[in-house]
């Protein structure tokens, strides 16, 4: 007898909206989500968000944070996996610290992201124009060159820059270093 069977509809609609597998076969519904925390601009408070995902076994993607046009308040973006259940734990908790002024999961919403990529490919002679076509498509710009490095600098929505990385690999990648995204969520101005 599959479980489906001997849950309730309410069981069934509860395991739904947090994620969780219905049926014994199927997996929690997981993916990324990224959480825009608005904290007061203060010694600690980067520290307070990444203790409390350390303490609960939060995993971090990534996290970046910034100063905001009040110098008083600064925008943090952290990027994360899990479930629907794990988020809505995650936010609530964040909700809680001591310093923290809002949060949201733009992850539903209509949002604008980008991330900065900067990354260092060793070339040869018959490799160069290949990786310059390849930075050309995705409208990279080359920051460093030496006679047999190539530095570039990418910024874009994550897929970009995920797919530039794949294009580099069939070269040879010498390092990465990625600054995490940051995302803005889009709002319609009444006219």
């Known amino acids: 007898m599959s479980a489906s069977l001997v849950l309730t509809p309410q069981q069934i609609k509860r395991k739904k909206a947090a994620g969780e597998p219905i049926e014994p076969n199927e997996g929690e519904l997981i993916r990324q989500h990224t959480i825009m925390v608005l904290v007061e601009n203060s010694i600690g408070s980067l520290i307070r968000v990444v203790n409390m995902f350390a303490?609960?076994?939060f995993n971090v993607d990534s996290i970046t944070v910034g100063p905001t046009a009040d110098e008083t308040i600064s925008r943090m973006h952290v990027v994360t996996t899990g479930n629907e259940?794990?988020?809505a734990q995650i936010l609530r908790q964040l909700s809680r610290l001591v310093d923290t002024?809002?949060?949201?999961d733009l992850t539903e919403t209509n949002y604008v992201e980008r991330e900065l990529c900067l990354i260092k490919v060793r070339y040869d002679a018959r490799s160069r124009a290949e990786i310059m076509d390849v930075n050309t498509v995705f409208r990279g710009k080359v920051?460093?060159?030496t006679p047999r490095t190539f530095t570039f600098e990418l910024t874009g929505p994550?897929?970009?820059i995920d797919a530039f990385i794949d294009m580099m690999r069939n070269h040879n990648i010498l390092?990465?270093?990625?600054?995490?995204?940051?995302a803005m969520q889009r709002h319609q101005i009444p006219s």
């Open 55 to 57: 303490a609960r076994g």
């Open 85 to 87: 259940r794990i988020i």
């Open 101 to 104: 002024i809002e949060v949201s």
């Open 143 to 145: 920051v460093d060159i």
């Open 158 to 160: 994550t897929p970009k």
């Open 175 to 182: 390092e990465v270093a990625r600054s995490g995204r940051v």
